[in-house]
Structures are given as structure tokens and as C-alpha cells.
């Protein structure tokens, strides 16, 4: 090897090495001190609260993921540490949407018994029962729902509505399927289609 050639080789190892080491090298050196401002990437603001699980728990529940939303719903509950009437008519919800009958029924009416007032739980209630065929209880309940409501709620009056078709064509059988409406406080209704 030429003494020419050792130089290059030699330049070839130490250039790169004397690169990283300079400020504007390949990355930041490990003996050196961190420069934090220059960081480009947000960071995780550890003190800031999490996202609110019940929160979470009625979006999981609109979009159809109902095992999520009971996991979401458990977890309001450990926040809050307690169970109270919208956790319970959340949980009863998904289960209606995951085909739980009996477990929305139940879960539902213990809803109702924390909070007989809200006319959204007796209406999810009422869904449950009509898609449990006991539709004279479902329309004695949507008649509770649309009194507690004032008349307001178009969806807890379209499900009256169609519970007391359905009772009254319980003779006969038509084709078509209903939809029936579930609600929550606030803005959003649910569409559970029957016959799950």
C-alpha cells in the first residue's frame, strides 16, 4: 500500500468519526449534552388528564365496538368509583348491541332504578324489551320515556311509535324491519336495527 493510499484510507475512517463529533454532524454525540430546544417531535405532557372513559365508552358504542365500550365503561366506573346510572345504561347499551339480552334488561333497569328520570334510559330500556318480543311492557315504557321528555326526543317518539304498530299488528307479520332508536344524554342516538 502507497503512503498516498494509506492517507486516503486513513481520511476515509477519521472524516465520518470527526463529522459526528461536530455540532452539525450526523446526530447528537453521546458525551455531549442534550440540546432539548432543538427537538422537533412533541412530547408526552404526562400531567395533562387522559381522555374521559364514559366519554369514550359512548363513541366506542356509536361506532359499533361494543367490547371496547364495556371496557371503557369499567373504566369510568374505577374513575368515578362508583357505578352510577349512565355507566349503567352504557353497559347495558353495548350489551344490547353485542345480542345480551338479558344482560341490557338487567343492567338497564338497575339504570332506571339509580335514575328514574332520565327518559333516555327508559327508552334503551324500551328497545330492549321490543327486541325481547314483550312489547307490551316496551310500549309502556316508551309512553314513560316520551312523558319524562316532554314529546321532545323525535327519536324516543318514533320508537313509540312503532311499538304500538307493532302491538297492534301483532296478529299479523309484515316484512319490513324496524329501526329502533337508542339514545344517550346529550346529542347522539344510536340506531339498533331489530333482529340482531
Known amino acids: 500500500m502507497t503512503s498516498r493510499s494509506r492517507r486516503f484510507a486513513a481520511l476515509a475512517i477519521l472524516i465520518p468519526a470527526l463529522a459526528a463529533c461536530s455540532p452539525g454532524g450526523f446526530g447528537t454525540s453521546i458525551l455531549a449534552p442534550r440540546d432539548t ?33 364495556i ?48 327518559p333516555e334510559i327508559w ?3 324500551g328497545v330492549v324489551l321490543m327486541e325481547r318480543g314483550k312489547n307490551a311492557d316496551a310500549t309502556q315504557i316508551f309512553r314513560k320515556a316520551f312523558a319524562l321528555d316532554n314529546g321532545e326526543s323525535v327519536s324516543i317518539r318514533d320508537n313509540l311509535r312503532l311499538a304500538l304498530e307493532k302491538s297492534e299488528n301483532s296478529g299479523t307479520s ?13 346529542s347522539a342516538d344510536y340506531l339498533i336495527r331489530s333482529g340482531l
Open 174 to 186: 309484515s316484512g319490513n324491519t324496524n329501526d329502533y332508536k337508542l339514545v344517550r344524554r346529550g
Open 37 to 69: 430546544s432543538k427537538l422537533d417531535a412533541p412530547g408526552v405532557d404526562l400531567r395533562a388528564n387522559g381522555a374521559d372513559n364514559l366519554e369514550t365508552g359512548h363513541r366506542l358504542v356509536a361506532s359499533g365496538q361494543y367490547e371496547l365500550a
Open 123 to 125: 327508552n334503551n330500556l
Open 71 to 118: 371496557r371503557s365503561f369499567n373504566r369510568a366506573a374505577i374513575d368515578r368509583g362508583t357505578v352510577d346510572a349512565e355507566i349503567l345504561s352504557g353497559l347495558g347499551t353495548a350489551n344490547l348491541g353485542l345480542g345480551r339480552l338479558g344482560q341490557a334488561e338487567t343492567l338497564l333497569r338497575r339504570a332506571v332504578e339509580r335514575d328514574a328520570t332520565s
